[in-house]
């Protein structure tokens, strides 16, 4: 999803590549599985790009490890995470739950801006859902623009490219959790990595 940045994925750099690394892929190779170019992920790892929640999502997945795991400072596994709103920073984009590792979900809390932000990865596989927390947002799904005010919630195939923006003066809270089926759109250098390596990924 095409929003500004999110949390800590700042760290995700120096992790990252370690991840790679364990699973014995090269840039190339992950960035066939992910359909993400090898010069965008070498600045993420590099720590001079910060994902969107979609590249971050496909980076995951095609890795085989939780979104929680690669962008998070905390590396514990949990099977209960509780967020007060107090301990939550102003960022743009949070992963609710980080702690959390396996979850079959991906919750964040966005604060989209203004406008809607250009992004070279807009969609990922899977589904999506929105809950408008606070203010009023605009939804642009695959071209179709939708307004949606505080309580309206909205439900789509993520594949088709999406965007938020803020409308109106209030500052706009979103609760957006994704959601990909297990062994959905995995392939290619993913798959051929762990015939090499099997039982590494």
């Not at 001079?48 to 979609?54: C, G, N």
């Not at 309206?152 to 994704?178: E, S």
Request: aromatic share 6%; charged share 25%; net charge neutral.
């Amino acid at each position: 999803m095409s929003y500004r940045q999110w949390g800590n994925l700042q760290s995700v750099s120096g992790l990252l590549r370690a991840v790679r690394q364990q699973r014995g892929m090269t840039l190339d190779e992950l960035a066939a599985g992910t359909g993400l170019t090898k010069s965008y992920l070498s600045k993420v790892e590099r720590g001079q790009s910060v994902p969107s929640i979609a590249a971050a999502l496909k980076i995951s997945r095609t890795l085989d490890v939780d979104v929680a795991r690669l962008f998070s400072d905390d590396q514990e596994a949990g099977t209960l995470s509780v967020e007060r709103a107090a301990d939550r920073g102003g960022e743009r984009q949070h992963a609710v739950a980080a702690d959390m590792l396996g979850k079959a979900m991906s919750p964040f809390v966005v604060r989209p801006g203004r406008q809607f932000v250009r992004h070279t990865h807009p969609s990922h596989p899977g589904q999506e859902f929105l809950f408008v927390h606070e203010g009023t947002v605009e939804l642009n799904h695959d071209g179709r623009i939708i307004r949606l005010d505080e309580g309206d919630c909205a439900y789509f195939d993520a594949a088709a490219p999406h965007k938020l923006r803020q409308i109106g003066d209030r500052d706009a809270a979103v609760i957006v959790v994704t959601y990909h089926a297990p062994g959905a759109a995995r392939g290619g250098a993913k798959s051929q990595a762990g015939a090499r390596h099997a039982g590494v990924d």
